[in-house]
């Protein structure tokens, strides 16, 4: 069952802005995807904060809760929280909500609720599912695990026929699609609308998987130096990101939608090392003529229609 969602304020559409903060496999050496956020990506993500913050608006993070093991990582989610920013929950060891048994996918969620309430002072309420899985794929002897450990909310389906596809419409009127929707168990899946930017850089726009493979098992999950430039994507895939982006935005208000887009901070590292999508995208919402929101996926389940 699709739900409804209001928009408050004569508002004419939202952006919901979620950044999923991974220390990712996929740019590691040995493909391990954790949450212990090195030193450069806290940096980004500080930068990230900032640009909402020039805008008025907050961002919505999802960690992977190892992490708070480190005080390093704690103490910097802290920082981002009491600027204003919202922190959920990204599982505790990066497991995939559908394809793990029951009994794994609770004792990951137990120990990532504990670190939550021991490290950060509380419990998220909004569970981001790790790689994503298609439309009913989320069985429902997962979806009472999930249930069982205090989430009503998770948000983890993603659209694979975008990288079927490819055609230019589809992806544009992705905020069309995968709308918000209740399971018979009573849990709600707020699925990730369109390209995120690591299937976009990293499978979309790969132009030198050989590039890519090498550059993963010599440089990865290391800073990389100022003035480098990815060479394992082609040299227009950023500009097309942010042109692609700010036409869903555009397909977004012209619609009346909630578009809900999932990035990452380290992708954005790589591929947008100056951080220019975010102001792009920020900048193209304030000059709309009619009001578009920027929320944060709590701000999105506090305006599901009962
Ligand atoms: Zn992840």
Redesign the pocket.
């Known amino acids: 069952m699709n739900l409804r969602i209001g928009l408050p304020g004569g508002a004419r559409c939202a952006v919901v802005v979620t950044y999923?903060t991974?220390m990712?496999g996929g740019y590691s050496p040995d493909g391990v995807?954790h949450g212990r956020t090195a030193p450069f990506l806290m940096d980004y993500i500080n930068r990230l904060c900032e640009t909402a913050e020039d805008y008025g608006v907050r961002l919505q993070f999802?960690q992977?809760a190892n992490g708070l093991e480190l005080d390093g990582v704690v103490s910097h989610l802290k920082d981002v929280i009491r600027r204003g920013h919202a922190v959920d929950c990204?599982?505790y060891n990066?497991i995939n909500l559908a394809y793990s048994s029951p009994r794994d996918l609770d004792e990951d969620l137990n120990l990532a609720n504990r670190l939550f309430e021991e490290r950060l002072g509380y419990r998220s309420v909004i569970l981001?599912g790790?790689?994503g899985y298609r439309h009913n794929e989320l069985k429902a002897e997962n979806q009472r695990v999930i249930l069982k450990n205090g989430y009503m909310w998770v948000s983890g389906e993603f659209d694979y026929d975008l990288l079927k596809r490819r055609d230019y419409t589809y992806m544009i009127s992705a905020p069309s699609r995968n709308l918000p929707f209740r399971y018979s168990t009573g849990l709600i899946e707020i699925p990730i609308q369109g390209w995120t930017d690591r299937t976009w850089f990293d499978s979309h726009r790969l132009i030198d998987p050989e590039a890519y493979a090498c550059w993963r098992k010599k440089c990865g999950h290391r800073p990389v130096p100022k003035g480098w430039r990815c060479p394992w994507t082609d040299t227009a895939a950023l500009d097309d990101w942010i042109k692609m982006n700010l036409e869903c935005l555009d397909y977004a208000y012209e619609h009346g939608l909630v578009w809900v887009l999932c990035w990452?901070p380290y992708s954005h590292y790589l591929h947008d090392p100056e951080n220019r999508m975010l102001p792009s995208l920020l900048e193209a919402a304030s000059k709309k003529a009619e009001k578009v929101l920027i929320w944060t996926m709590r701000d999105l389940i506090q305006h599901v229609e009962k």
């Open positions: 999923d991974d990712a995807c999802f992977i990204h599982t990066h981001r790790p790689g990452h």
